[in-house]
């Protein structure tokens, strides 16, 4: 469907196949069914990037490697604040309870 549509196609659920033991994904990438965890959250912004990188839409720096990325991750995460992410688990915890 994309190729049809002239679109860029970032397979995610293949990015999720090969990031999962035994393409099976678990609680690192998601914190129930459909809703990403941080980590997952960072797969899928990956995943994005380089296809929209491999289509020619945008050029990545020299300085995007694993270790630029980690760095990047470890700010957004060290941003997060503890006590709204712990709320915002307790009402998901909620809506599947």
């Given at each position: 469907?994309?190729?049809?549509?002239?679109?860029?196609?970032?397979?995610?659920?293949?990015?999720?196949?090969r990031f999962?033991?035994?393409?099976?994904?678990?609680?690192?990438?998601?914190?129930?069914?459909?809703?990403?965890?941080?980590?997952?959250?960072?797969?899928?912004?990956?995943?994005?990037?380089?296809?929209?990188?491999?289509?020619?839409?945008?050029?990545?720096?020299?300085?995007?490697?694993?270790?630029?990325?980690?760095?990047?991750?470890?700010?957004?995460?060290?941003?997060?604040?503890?006590?709204?992410h712990?709320?915002?688990?307790?009402?998901?915890?909620?809506?599947?309870?």
């Amino acid at each position: 469907m994309a190729a049809d549509r002239q679109v860029i196609l970032a397979d995610f659920a293949e990015a999720v196949d090969r990031f999962s033991p035994h393409q099976l994904p678990g609680n690192s990438l998601f914190l129930d069914h459909v809703h990403p965890t941080v980590r997952g959250n960072l797969l899928l912004a990956r995943t994005i990037v380089e296809s929209m990188n491999a289509a020619g839409t945008v050029s990545l720096s020299p300085e995007w490697d694993d270790q630029h990325i980690v760095e990047i991750a470890n700010e957004v995460e060290s941003g997060i604040d503890a006590a709204g992410h712990g709320l915002a688990l307790m009402k998901l915890s909620k809506v599947l309870a």
